[in-house]
């Protein structure tokens, strides 16, 4: 068991120091963020991930996880250093590494005996390079370190259980040493024979862009799958049901819907895309995939303003939603923020509802109307659209929205409402690739 430190305590930091704290290793988790590390200091986890908080709880009064603002502290105190600040789009389409560089400056100036430093964010193929160069660039006596690149494949909304019971770990060192370290740190998996898979740096780094860009493949896939369904009077659950029994496919991943968000898919595609044509290599798939995905979304747009007699104009629309998917407050790259824009844009008005994520929209749109609840958002508008799959939304009392609503326009983006009633209650719906009863 190892003392850690974890540099950016966001989606991924948090759960990855969390969770090396249950694996009975000493964490610090660090960041230039005095609110959010106040808050955790206080007992207070500033996301929404189900399952974190009593963890977090349990390892604090275990004295194995702790918060701090200084990480230069923390670095010297620790023997395995954890990069886990973001690494967002950048205004090219390649990964903004400007956070991790000034990470990597920190470490170095903080290198006071051998260390383990590992990048957990999603970096370019050959950041590992870069960052080993950086760090030997001004070695320092008594100072020594191997590098590490371990991707994380933690989904919001499940990340603990990501964490916790991992399809695979993949360590990508040419040290010995280093793969041995961190073998130690995630001891429990090691000892229960979870796989463990050691490759090169750059291996490590393809494969966390080779998996997210194959998902999100795969989920455009099924999106034009859907929308050639609808010209063609076939089911796309059906569809999707019976290609998901063939194993070679699985069912994974591939529900139809509004377009897929978040803070990884979107910016990871379109950085490998960059990486591609950098290093002059065509990859169509993945530019498909990043056009399809942008379609799909507008096509959600067109599908609501088609829906609605008389168009968007004045009327008032529920946008049951925000976060990019259920069992998360992240909006980022949420296909609700085209859905909201494009009403706004034809001059409709909007009643948000989301049950965690309503504050993380406020600060992209502050003058739509949030509510509390689902009923009060539909009160007397004249369309809804359901736009994330929470769970609430698939045991909605249609009859008691239908008698709140002055219209009875549905679009259901995420295929979770029973058609059946929703005929019977005579809305007029729309969904994505289903056949209408
Ligand atoms: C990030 C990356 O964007 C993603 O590519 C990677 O796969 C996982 O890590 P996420 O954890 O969702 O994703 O990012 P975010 O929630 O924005 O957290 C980053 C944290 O780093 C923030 O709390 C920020 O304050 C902190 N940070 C940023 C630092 O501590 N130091 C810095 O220099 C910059
Ligand atoms: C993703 C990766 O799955 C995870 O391994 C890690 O690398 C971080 O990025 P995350 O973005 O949190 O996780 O959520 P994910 O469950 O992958 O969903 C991404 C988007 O795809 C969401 O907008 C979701 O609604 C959409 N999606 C997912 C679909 O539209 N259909 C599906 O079948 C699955």
Known sequence: MK???????????????VGLSEFGNKVICTDINNDKISKLNSGKVPIYEPGLEEIIIR?????????????????????????AVGTPQSDHGDADMQYVDSVVNTIKENLNNYKVICTKSTVPIGSGKKIIKSL?????????????????????????????????????????????????????????????????VETAEMIKYASNSFLALKISYINEIANLCEQVDADVHDVAVAMGKDGRISDKFLHPGPGFGGSCFPKDLRSLSYIAKENDVKMSTINA?????????????CKLENLVSGGLKGKE????????KANTDDIRDSSSIEMISF?????????????????SMLKIFPNIAYFQNVY??????????????????????????????????????????????LSALKFVYDNVGRQKI
């Open 3 to 17: 003392n850690i430190t974890i540099i950016g305590t966001g989606y991924v930091g948090l759960v990855t120091g």
């Open 59 to 83: 390892n604090i009064q275990n004295d194995r996880l702790f918060f701090s603002l200084d990480i230069a502290a923390s670095i010297k105190k620790s023997e395995v250093i954890i990069i």
């Open 136 to 200: 030997k660039s001004s070695y320092k006596e008594n100072s020594d370190f191997n590098y590490v690149s371990n991707p994380e494949f933690l989904r919001e909304g499940s990340a603990v259980k990501d964490f916790l019971w991992p399809d695979r770990v993949i360590i990508g060192t040419s040290s010995l040493n280093a793969y041995e370290t961190m073998c130690d740190i995630y001891r429990p998996l090691y000892i229960n024979k979870n796989p463990i898979k050691r490759t090169s």
């Open 289 to 301: 995939a990043i056009e399809a995905n942008k379609k799909q979304k507008y096509l959600m747009c």
């Open 317 to 324: 629309i529920a946008v049951l939603g925000l976060a990019f």
């Open 343 to 359: 009403i706004l844009s034809k001059s409709g008005k909007v009643n948000a509802y989301d049950p965690i994520a309503n504050d």
């Open 376 to 421: 009060e958002a539909v009160n007397k508008v004249d369309a809804l659209v359901v736009m994330t799959e929470w769970n609430e939304f698939r045991s909605l009392d249609l009859r008691k929205i239908r008698s709140a609503m002055n219209g009875n326009f549905i679009l259901d983006t995420r295929n979770i409402l029973n058609m059946k009633e």
